[in-house]
């Protein structure tokens, strides 16, 4: 079920801490629920047997993925947080390669 998808990469900033770190802090927890629900919408359409509900969660999966990709653009992420977003990144795009 490989498809054609566009996705566009951006490079995080390092740091943990900024001016306005309360607001780093919710920028991460909406880049993770972001990934989350891309990969969970991607298991959706992998378990579909139907061509429209496939694309749909195909869609709504490439989207959550594209605003977690925003946010990282400006998130400031520690090592380990990067290291657990390169791991789920990989793992959300090995589903999505199905």
């Known amino acids: 079920m490989a ?3 566009r996705v566009r990469y951006y490079k995080p900033v390092f740091g943990s ?4 770190g309360n607001k780093n802090l919710v920028k991460l927890d909406l880049i993770r629920a972001n990934l989350e ?7 959706l359409a992998l378990q579909s047997s139907e ?3 496939i694309n749909r969660y195909r869609q709504k999966a490439c989207d959550a993925y ?4 925003h946010g990282l653009k400006t998130a400031m ?4 947080e990067l290291e657990s ?3 789920q990144i990989a793992h959300l795009e090995s589903i999505l390669m199905e």
């Open 3 to 5: 498809s054609a998808t």
């Open 51 to 53: 061509v429209s509900e």
């Open 77 to 80: 992420l520690t090592r380990i």
């Open 17 to 20: 801490t900024d001016a306005s």
């Open 37 to 43: 629900n891309a990969t969970t919408f991607a298991m």
């Open 85 to 87: 977003f390169k791991t």
């Open 66 to 69: 594209e605003e977690a990709l």
